[in-house]
């Protein structure tokens, strides 16, 4: 079954300390993950996708097939970083399926 | 610019009447459109795919006749939902994969409101 899981609900760090979102993932196949965010009163919007293996805003994932995991990462978090963060998985035409989400609050 | 559109934002009605949700595709025209539903800081839960000129293909678990799906046109999807009640309230999103295949790019609407009352 194809599945997607965010083990935390909530995240909260301060200001500078290193940021890590877990997301792992049920798939039959070769999938496709990306995460998304959304910030307050705000449309979901890409933050990355494995395949491009760019770092967008400091935040990095890496795919680790071994573990089955997708793992947000960010060495050290901003407060503009506060919002939900989905982890999601596409098979083929654009269908998602999202993980439960993190909402990341990064205080001062 | 937006890619994806929504109307209405947000709307509100009395139970047992039905709502109509849009959902535009600006850019380019999508032959499959996805509806998703989020309760307050809970996942998005695809409801249904949405394919031009044929009926959609709803999850387990939507109910068809509730929830209905119309792409008449490349750009065009609409959610109706009908005689709606209290426990449909809750933030409808659509959603377009643009290109073709695996590894699209995948736009979504802002989103609309719907509390029934």
């Known amino acids: 079954a194809q599945r997607v899981t965010q083990p935390e609900k909530l995240l909260s760090v301060f200001k500078g300390a290193p940021v890590e979102l877990k997301c792992n993932y049920s798939y039959s196949g070769s999938p496709e993950l990306f995460w998304y965010v959304q910030y307050s009163r705000q449309r979901l919007q890409l933050l990355l996708r494995h395949i491009s293996r760019e770092s967008i805003k400091g935040f990095t994932a890496d795919l680790n097939k071994g573990e089955t995991s997708f793992h947000l990462k960010k060495p050290f978090a901003q407060e503009e970083d506060s919002a939900m963060y989905y982890c999601?998985?596409?098979?083929?035409?654009?269908?998602?399926?999202f993980g439960q989400g993190t909402e990341l609050s990064v205080k001062p | 610019g937006a890619v994806v559109s929504q109307h209405p934002s947000w709307v509100i009605c009395k139970s047992g009447t039905s709502v109509k949700i849009e959902c535009r595709s600006l850019?380019?025209?999508?032959?499959?459109m996805f509806w998703y539903r989020q309760f307050p800081k809970q996942s998005l839960m695809l409801m249904a795919t949405s394919n031009e000129g044929s009926k959609a293909t709803y999850e387990q678990g939507v109910e068809k006749d509730k929830f209905l799906i119309n792409h008449a046109s490349l750009t065009l999807s609409t959610l109706t939902v009908t005689s709606a009640h209290p426990e449909d309230s809750s933030f409808y999103i659509c959603s377009v994969a643009g290109g073709g295949g695996s590894g699209n790019t995948i736009y979504f609407g802002e989103g609309s409101w719907l509390t029934v009352v």
């Open positions: 850019d380019f025209q999508a032959t499959t």
């Open positions: 999601a998985l596409s098979g083929w035409g654009g269908k998602l399926i």
